[in-house]
């Protein structure tokens, strides 16, 4: 979501309940820690552009990121 305007950039594939996102500006990736026992990353590759590279199993209800 483009956080001046509000508008959704990108919808993608992530696990269910998350619990936290993170982004990393020096690798230009997003970490979300899931309820359902995942952490998703995500690369950002353009202005608009992001895509899954992989969704991590951990364990269920863990809550991995602070």
Same mark, same amino acid.
């Given at each position: 979501? %483009? @956080?001046?305007?509000?508008?959704?950039?990108?919808?993608?594939?992530?696990?269910?309940?998350?619990? @936290?996102?993170?982004?990393?500006?020096?690798? +230009?990736? &997003?970490?979300?820690?899931?309820?359902?026992?995942?952490?998703?990353?995500? +690369?950002?590759?353009?202005? %608009?552009?992001?895509? &899954?590279?992989?969704?991590?199993?951990? +364990?269920?209800? @863990?809550?991995?990121?602070?």
């Amino acid at each position: 979501m %483009d @956080a001046t305007s509000g508008k959704v950039i990108a919808s993608l594939p992530i696990g269910e309940h998350v619990d @936290a996102a993170a982004f990393d500006p020096g690798k +230009q990736r &997003v970490y979300c820690s899931n309820g359902d026992g995942t952490v998703t990353v995500i +690369q950002k590759s353009g202005k %608009d552009s992001f895509k &899954v590279l992989e969704n991590i199993v951990t +364990q269920k209800g @863990a809550r991995t990121m602070h």
